[in-house]
Every structure is written in C-alpha cells, then in structure tokens.
C-alpha cells in the first residue's frame, strides 16, 4: 500500500470555513436591516442551534441519551432571576447564572453517569422533576405563577432587542466554536471513540467517564446558556414552562432529524425546526403530534438523520471534525467503497 | 400515623401495579419503555369512553380494553422497538418518547385539557371503606389494588418459571442467540412479553382512573413513577417491584406531612437516596438495578 495522506479537511471544507465567517458576519449586521419581530425570530434560531448542538454533543458524540435537559435550561433561567434580584447586571446574570448551571452540573454528573442508557435518560427526567419541584418552593418565584426579569425593563426596548440577538449570535457561534475545536482536538478522537464503541475505547485508555463528564458540563453550561437567554427575551419566567419537557423533545428532534453524531446535522436540525415551527406552530396541538411522529419515523427509518444520510452518501464534510486518509497515489472514492479494508475504515470514521 | 403507614403500603400496591410492566419489558427486551405512562391513561382514556359514551362499567370495560392493550403491546413490539433496538441501545429511548409524544397529543386533541376520573363509574366503591381496629379507615379500592397487584406479581412469577411460554420468554431474555439455537423463538418470545407488559399497563391505567383523576398529560407522572418504584425495588425477584412501591408511596407520604409541596419530592429523593446507595455500594451497573425476572425469578 502506498503511503496515505492525512486530511483533515477537503476543499469543500476549507469553502465552507469562509462561508461560516460570512454567514456570521452577515448576521451580526443584519438587525439594521430586519423588523423588530424578525430579530426575535432569529434569536429564538439561535438558540435552538445552542439546544442541538448540545444536546447532540451530550447524545451524538457522548453517548448518553438524557430526556431531562430541560433542568438546564429551566435552572439558567431561574439563577438569572436569582441573580438580578439580587443586583447583578441582568446582561451579565445571563451568562454568570449559565457559569454556576455548569458548575452544578458537575456534582449531578458523578451520580448520574453511573447510569446506562434508558437509566440515564430518565434518572435526568427525574432530576428535572425534583429541581423543578424545589425551585417552586423559592418564595421569589410564586410557586407556578412565576416571576420576572424586571430590572430588564431599564432599557429601551429596541437596543435591548439587539443587544440580546447579539449575545444569542454570540454566544452560538463561541459554543459552537468550542465544541468544534473540542472535537477536532485529541478529546475530540476519544470522543468519537467512545461514541463507536466505550468497550473498546476504555480498553485502549480513553478515558471514557471523564471524556463523558466534559461533555455533559459542556452541554449543562450551553443549554444553561439557552435558557438565560430565552428568559432574556420573553422577560417572565414559570417554571412549568422552562422545566417542560418540551424542551428536550424539541432537542430530540432537531437532532435525529438533522442528523444524530454529526457536527453539522444538529445545526441543519435545529434550522428544520425553526422552519417547521415558523409556518405550523399555529396548528397547535397537531403541530406537537406532527413533531413527535416525525421523530418517531427518523429514528425507525433514518437513524443517521438527513446530514448523516448525505454525509454517507456524497461523501460531504463541510464543518470536518475527524480524520481522513488519501492516498498519494490516486484520488480515492469519497464514499470509500472502493477503497481498501484499512482506508475504508478511516473513511467511514463518520465527523 | 399508623394510619398514614397503612395508606402508604396500599398505595405501594398501585405503584407496583404500573410499575411491574416497565421492569418486566426492561428485563427481557433491555429496553425502558419511555410511553409507558402514555400507554397507561390511553386505557384510562379508553375505559371512560367506554363508560362514558356506551354505558358499559369500567371494571367490564376492562374485558375489551385488556385484550386491546395486548394488541398495542404486541404490535409495538414488532413494528417499533424490535426495529429501533436493532440500531443500538440509544435509539429505543428516543422512539419511545417520540411515541409518548404523539399518544399524549393525540389524546389531548380528542378529549380536551380536562381531568377525568372513572370514580363516578364505579358506584360507592370510590368512597367505601372498612373500619380497621385503631379506627383506621382503609378505602375498599386501595384494598382491591393492593390485593390485584399481588396477584398480579405473583401470577406473573408462577407464569414466568412454570410454563413453557415462561421458560422462552426467560431464555431469551438471558441469551436471545441460544435461545433461539435451542428452538425458542425469540421474535415470539419478546412480542408476547410486550403483549403481557401492555395488559399490566392496562390494568394500571384502569386503577389510575378509579383512584384518582387523569389527563393527556398524566403519562410523564406515572412514568417516572412506575421507574422509581422499579429502580427503587431493584434486584432480586418481580416482588422487588411491589416493595419499591410501598417504599416510594411511604416516601411521598412521609414528604407531604413535613411539606405541603412535600408528597412528589420526598419520592424523588427517596429514589435518589436508594439509587446513590445501591451504586455505591454493590457497585451494580445497569442490569443489578433492574435486573429483575429474567434469572433470578426462578
């Protein structure tokens, strides 16, 4: 066999890298030229990409399947209104209250990821039901009547508009950023390691539960992040509505439509949704079924998702995160069926 | 407080009651069954209709509810989790709870956000009750459940370790690839487990009804209620369940005397207490948890 090239991107991708600089900074102007509800809408896709990506390193690359997400989201909400009341700039209460949802994470994760599979996912149901119980105890909260981020209210309505779709973009493209570089670098091939096989991965010394602990605080801290922000935008906070369970089931489905361990089908995902929800939120309650047989029809039929089908298909690598070998010698086939055992098995090692 | 105490077991027997199809299905199939709950208040669901609309009592209804429950069940085993299981231990998760999903919505889209009890159904068994010695009044349904579900469990474990259809559901449950070299069919074997799973959901769903009032969304409740009382149960025989029970439903009674909120949460911490005590010092993974019927039953 000739000696192989190591790629760690294509044209494509190199492409692709531009076109996201441009994309974002086309986004970062475009508040100038958008309606008021416009800009809502965009803030509301930001941080539905912050959920997928999220919920997807947690599931796609971890692992670890939870339905209780929404206790992150829920417990960024409640600490912002904490911290405001408490005096703290409400901008900055956003992203101090994701930093300490983080930092609680840690603890639950040495209990909870000692569970397996189903246990997990619903041991996390169980975590979102108790917090979501004791955060109603909180007599600043009302119980479900709920509270507000009042101090919000000192600035003028517009600039804070803007000012919250600039954290959203923001705080997207950082997460996405660090996600990105955390799976590109050497714990982004244990990552993907553990994802294929813990087994095999543990046996070869990737450390498999603290591998799995960073992702898990990463995806408290980023879905913490998602919720702060949304209790930023619609300023009241109930707790039945931050600590629903909605919020993972819209999770569940950006990701397995959008594609379910790869970097961009989360991405792809939550932009489905936010179209989705744009034209057929109005159905209401058949919106809501629509969703969950859809989910119920990738998951039986489409496993990979639409990225991960295309992905496999053409051979696409636009946001590439893993490795690829090329032979020095002749173009390989991008689907790598005609490739060699051993270039196949690099090939197929999915971003 | 005796009282209390007596009230607590009983309601235990409804826990067991929801919770024995979910540990059952997870014991043979590997799989937690995320429309668990869901499945339980469509036949609640199903069971007022029937009452309701056609005049037919809940406890008669049952003889066309059950069968039907068995037929979701086996048809959910053979169109859904047989395929999702395939493509690994993660998908079922999410398949399921796209199922709970749809079961949800689609009940509140035909009946509405109102509550419903079957209580108005069952004549004065709703309010009756028998005087114990210590002037404890005990209701005669939580006697009723109590007693179903023992029986239940127990027709269950005699079902499991003396009958041939038992014997198959258990072989596959250990090794599906043996089994099936030993002439079990496998396929079979898990379709009718499913099928014996949803009949036990049925049953729960109808007691759900005649005990207290439910939903469209009262499945995620009964869910992670009938999972605690399972993990909280754990290892050992199918009468694990019915102890899980009684813990878990003494635990919200102990939490609602210390709080008014009190009754969810002291069953949450009693399922986190036992669970962080169970992994700490057996150091079981998942299947010692759960690990129910399959080998130890006999």
């Given at each position: ?9 294509t044209?494509a ?9 441009a ?7 475009a ?6 509800g ?10 539905y990409?912050?959920?997928a990506?999220m919920?997807?390193?947690l ?22 209104i904490?911290?405001a ?24 994760s ?6 397996k599979n189903?246990e ?7 975590i979102?039901a108790?917090?979501?119980?004791l955060v ?11 509270t507000s981020l009042?101090?919000?209210n000192?600035?003028?309505a517009s600039m804070r508009?803007v000012?919250i779709?600039w ?9 996405l ?6 799976l ?8 993907r ?9 543990a046996?070869v ?8 602990r ?12 998602s919720g702060?922000?949304w ?21 569940i ?5 959008g594609g379910i361990?790869?970097f961009e089908?989360?991405?792809l ?14 159905a ?24 991960g ?9 636009l946001l ?14 991008p689907?790598?069926?005609?490739a ?6 690099t ?5 | ?8 077991v ?10 024995c ?5 997870f ?15 469509l036949s609640a ?6 009452a309701?609309?056609?005049h ?6 049952l ?8 037929v ?6 053979r169109?859904?989790?047989e395929?999702?299981a395939?493509?690994g ?12 999903i749809?079961?949800?919505?689609v ?8 509550t ?9 068994l ?16 939580a ?8 029986l ?6 005699l079902f ?16 599906p ?6 002439g ?17 959901v049925?049953?729960?769903g ?6 207290a ?19 909280i ?13 009684i813990?878990?439903a ?5 939490g609602?005397t210390v709080?008014?909120q009190?009754?969810?949460i002291?069953?949450?911490l ?10 700490y ?5 998942l299947?010692?948890?759960?690990g ?7």
């Open positions: 066999m000739s000696a192989g090239v190591i790629e760690r991107g044209a991708s190199r492409i692709a890298g531009f076109g996201v600089a994309i974002i900074l086309l986004l970062a102007v508040p100038q030229f958008l309606s008021a416009a800009v809502d809408r965009m803030t509301a896709l930001f941080i990409v912050i959920l990506a919920w997807n390193a599931a796609g690359f971890g692992g670890l399947v939870s339905v209780g997400q929404q206790v992150f989201f829920g417990l960024g909400a409640y600490f912002a904490r911290l009341n408490a005096g703290l700039n409400p901008f900055v209460s956003l992203f101090v209250s994701a930093i300490i949802v983080g930092a609680v994470s840690w603890p639950i040495l209990f909870m990821l000692r569970l189903g997990f996912a619903i041991g996390m149901w169980v979102a108790l917090t979501h119980l109603n105890l909180d007599r600043l909260i009302q119980g479900e009547t709920g009042i101090s919000l000192v600035y003028d508009r000012t779709y954290l959203a973009l923001g705080s997207m493209a950082a997460l950023a660090i996600l990105f570089g955390l590109r670098g050497s714990t982004g091939a244990a990552i390691a553990i994802r294929d096989n813990e087994d095999a991965a046996s010394g990737v450390r498999v539960t603290g591998t799995k960073l992702l898990f605080v990463l995806a408290a801290f980023g879905i913490g992040v702060a922000l209790l930023a935008t619609s300023i009241t906070f109930q707790p039945k509505t931050y600590f629903s369970v909605q919020w993972t089931a819209y999770m489905f950006m990701v397995l439509v361990g790869t089908g989360a991405i995902g939550a932009l489905i949704f936010f179209l989705i929800e744009t034209w057929f939120g109005g209401g309650v058949w919106y809501l079924i629509g969703l969950g047989a859809t989910a119920l029809v990738f998951s039986l039929l489409l496993p990979r998702g639409l990225w089908t295309l992905e496999e298909r053409f051979g696409w690598r590439p995160v893993g490795y690829r070998v090329r032979l020095a010698a002749a173009a390989v086939d689907a790598g069926e005609t060699s055992s051993a270039q196949t098995k090939h197929r090692e999915k971003a | 407080m005796m009282n209390q105490i007596v009230q607590g009983l309601l235990g027997g409804y826990y067991a009651l929801i919770a199809g979910l540990s059952f299905m014991s043979v199939m590997r799989i937690i069954n995320l429309a668990h709950g869901s499945l339980a208040v669901f199903a069971l007022w209709l029937l309701s609309r056609f037919i009592p809940p406890f008669l209804g003889l066309v509810v059950l069968p039907l429950m068995a979701i069940g086996w048809a959910l085993q169109f859904l989790l395929r999702s395939r493509g231990a993660l998908l079922p998760i999410l398949t399921t709870f796209g199922l709970a749809v079961i949800d919505n009940l509140f889209e035909q009946f509405g956000a109102d419903r009890s079957l209580a108005p159904f069952i004549g004065s709703s309010y009756d009750s028998w005087e114990w010695p210590g002037s404890i009044y005990v209701g005669k349904l006697v009723i459940i109590f007693i179903a579900a023992v239940l469990l127990g027709g269950l474990q499991l370790t003396r009958t041939g259809l038992g014997r198959s559901i258990r072989a596959t449950s250990e090794d690839d043996t089994a099936g070299l030993v079990v069919d496998a396929r079979r074997a898990n379709a009718v487990a499913a099928a014996i799973a949803m009949v036990t049925g049953l729960a109808a007691f759900l009804g005649m005990r009032t439910f939903d469209p969304y009262a499945g995620a409740t009964q869910l992670l209620f009938a999972f605690e009382a399972a993990v149960g754990g290892a050992g025989s199918l009468w694990g369940t019915l102890i899980g029970g813990v878990l003494l635990a919200q009674t102990l609602a709080h008014p009190g009754f969810l002291g069953g949450h009693a399922f986190l207490i036992v669970l962080f005590i169970r992994l010092t057996s150091g079981l993974g299947r010692g948890l759960l129910l019927a399959s080998g130890k039953a006999s």
